[in-house]
Nanobody, 121 residues
Framework: QVQFVESGGGLVQPGGSLRLSCVVS????????MGWYRQAPGKQRELVTI???????HYVDSVRGRFTISRDNEKNTVYLQMNNLNSEDTAVYYC???????????????WGQGTQVTVSS
């Protein structure tokens, strides 16, 4: 199992910024990827951005140029800097990780409990 500590959500005006943080812990041998998903009211959960341990960072088109993902691998932490927010960014944001446990042969994927981001004037 994996535990998440997510923080940084809240209410922000259009054009404003927020920074989300997520610390992952547990019985982990390797972290293959960390990222963020989001789910807006009435919509399906979508991948916002993902940062593989090996490979290129990916952003959904709607946030490219406004959001930046970063990782602190020593702290098993992933950040999401969100700038120039608009109402379409309002959603619950879920931290994501893909890890290798010492007791399983294959990788496992997990999502955190989510943090609300509301963009409104």
């Amino acid at each position: 199992q994996v535990q998440f500590v997510e923080s940084g959500g809240g209410l922000v005006q259009p054009g404003g910024s927020l920074r989300l943080s997520c610390v992952v812990s547990g019985s982990i041998v390797t972290i293959y990827a960390m990222g963020w998903y989001r789910q807006a009211p009435g919509k399906q959960r979508e991948l916002v951005t993902i940062a593989p341990s090996a490979g290129n960072v990916h952003y959904v088109d709607s946030v490219r140029g406004r959001f930046t993902i970063s990782r602190d691998n020593e702290k098993n932490t992933v950040y999401l800097q969100m700038n120039n927010l608009n109402s379409e960014d309002t959603a619950v944001y879920y931290c994501y990780t893909k890890v290798k446990h010492p007791y399983l042969l294959s990788a496992s994927e997990y999502w955190g409990q989510g943090t609300q981001v509301t963009v409104s004037s």
